[in-house]
């Protein structure tokens, strides 16, 4: 399960129906499909496919022709969110999972060639992931990260201090513009410009 999914779908109700029957919420689910929209997203990267949820939030935003790539170590994964993908409706032609470790599988990807990079799993490779995301950005891409709200963690361990230099390499990048939102897990979206 990633980090958009920890409770995200008991905060994923609607508070109303939007246009055309589209849930309004605030939960990172939402802030991921809204990325999607406003990018106009075609292509996505996700590192940590989970049980696909997040995946189907994310193409739920992005252009109908969008093609998300999904990575995870872990085959059960895959197997879990291809069948909630199918179910969903969604054409296999419109996802690509990717079975290994994203730090090894970034550094092939197209540089420059995607919209938005979502890094849903709490990891000490958080500044690893925002080297290789920020590399595969067009100007104007997000990668956003959730679960870096160091409240939530013991202040002394590994994920912390991966958290701190999350942070510190995107304030010392005058390339980068982030923002952090106190949603689900916490989540911090950083623009390239």
């Known amino acids: 399960m990633s980090g958009y999914e920890v409770g995200e779908q008991a905060r994923a109700r609607p508070i109303g129906d939007g246009p055309q029957g589209q849930p309004v919420g605030a939960s990172s689910l939402h802030v991921l499909q809204f990325l999607a929209a406003a990018l106009r997203a075609k ?4 590192i940590g496919t989970g049980s696909g949820e997040s ?3 994310l193409l739920r935003g992005m252009v109908p022709d969008g093609v998300l790539t999904s990575i995870d170590a872990d085959p059960a994964n895959h197997r879990t ?3 909630a993908l199918r179910e969903e409706g969604i054409a296999p032609a419109r996802t690509r999972l990717i079975n290994g470790r994203a730090v090894e599988m970034l550094p092939r990807f ?3 060639g995607y919209d938005l990079v979502s890094v849903g799993v709490a990891s000490t490779d958080y500044p690893d992931y925002l080297e ?10 997000v990668i956003v990260f959730a679960g870096v709200q160091l409240g939530e963690h013991d202040h ?14 995107v304030q010392d990048d005058e390339d980068l513009v982030p923002v952090t939102l106190p949603t689900g ?3 911090l979206a950083v623009a390239k410009r």
């Open 43 to 46: 292509a996505v990267v996700e």
């Open 55 to 57: 995946a189907r939030w």
């Open 81 to 83: 969110a291809r069948a």
């Open 110 to 112: 197209t540089e420059g």
């Open 132 to 141: 290789l995301g920020a590399r595969l950005l067009r100007p104007g891409g």
């Open 156 to 169: 002394r361990s590994a994920l912390a201090a991966a958290i701190r230099a999350l942070v510190k390499a």
């Open 185 to 187: 897990p916490g989540l």
